[in-house]
């Protein structure tokens, strides 16, 4: 039933033809932060050029199911280890350590790894881990005093707005905002990846060819945001 409806998505593009009458609707289910923060932001210039097609977008802190049809195309933080899927790595990003100009100035110098020890963290609920990619904490001070925690690393990022805790950020957000600052920016520093996939079938139709080769070069084009060596995000012209 699945190849049949592909088959027929397929065929109405071809009848409504290309370039700018591609037309349709696609959903994409990506991890939180990055669908909140990136591909929100760069979809609104893709309709400019492709204004016949809707958007669903999805950013939710757990895995999307593509199996049943939660979504049509996927990023997350895991490559799926089975299915009938078309998979690529998208990009690699980097995490560091953010606290407020406030916090750091109430609170002794940090000048190394064993000056956190008297310091609070923001975290996540580790019972209810989507992954275990997200164990930044773990990885980076396991014996940290984590004082505030959530599934949301967007409610993570806002409570350390507050300049009462640290916390582990994607550099894509927190080096946007001029109210936080890097802490140990050379040491404590994560690398995680986003996977890009969706199903084989639909990855025929041409507004996904398209959909997702434009979020390549976006996100090529901002290689630097995702790294932390650069705080504003730039847009294919």
Known sequence: ?????????????????????????????????????????????FQREYPAIDFDVLPVPRFVSLSKREA????????????PYVCSKLCDYTLRLYGTPEYLARHPPIRGRADLAGHSFIGYVDELLFSERLRYLEDLLPASKVVLRSTSVVAQYHAALQGQSLAILPCFIAAQDPRLKPVLENEMEITRSFWMYC????????????????????????ADLLAGKRGTMKYLP
Request: hydrophobic share 40%; proline share 2%.
């Open 1 to 45: 039933a699945e190849q049949m409806e592909t088959a027929l998505q397929s065929a109405c593009e071809q009848v409504a033809g290309l370039g700018q009458t591609l037309s349709g609707h696609v959903r994409i289910g990506s991890t939180e932060a990055f669908g909140t923060y990136f591909i929100a932001p760069v979809l609104s210039r």
């Open 72 to 83: 049509d195309l996927a990023i997350t933080i895991e490559r799926p280890q089975r299915g």
């Open 199 to 222: 199903h084989e079938d639909l990855r025929k139709l041409k507004r996904v060819t398209v959909l997702w080769e434009f979020i390549r070069k976006s996100v090529l084009r901002n």
